[in-house]
């Protein structure tokens, strides 16, 4: 099964620990999706951030409606935590958050690494879809961190 990378990063006008904690937020994750997914979380109702925590989330991509859960499977505050989904659209996602202290503010690294199903049906959807539609989903996150916090584009 072809796996796939989506990497970005953004330096961001504010303290690590500032940025970190709005990233910790599993809350703030709507705040980061463009609305056209309708992205909701669903479980727990007060998610306190740490390893081991599983989050549902309801998702509409592309228009069909589906559950998401992902777990926390690494929580290294405020430096790094991981998230993989245990149910939803893709074969494999695991999504790596890295935060460091630069000049002048934080440096924010997204590292995605995720599989789709379905063979050379899924490389076509790919090629297609995914691809274009992820880097979107990322763009948007990128203004809105921007919005939120200041910074230069990644």
Known sequence: MQAYTLSATQRVARPLDAVFAFY??????????????????????????????????????MGIPMTWVSEITEYDPPHRFVDEQRRGPYAYWHHAHTFRAVDGGTEVADVVTYRLRFGPVGRVVHALLVRRQLEAIFAFREAAIRETFGGEPG
Request: cysteine-free.
């Open 24 to 61: 910790a937020e599993p809350r703030n994750l709507a705040r980061l999706t463009p609305s056209s997914l309708g992205f909701r979380l669903v479980r727990p109702p007060d998610p306190v951030m740490a390893r081991g925590l599983t989050l549902t989330y309801r998702i509409r991509p």
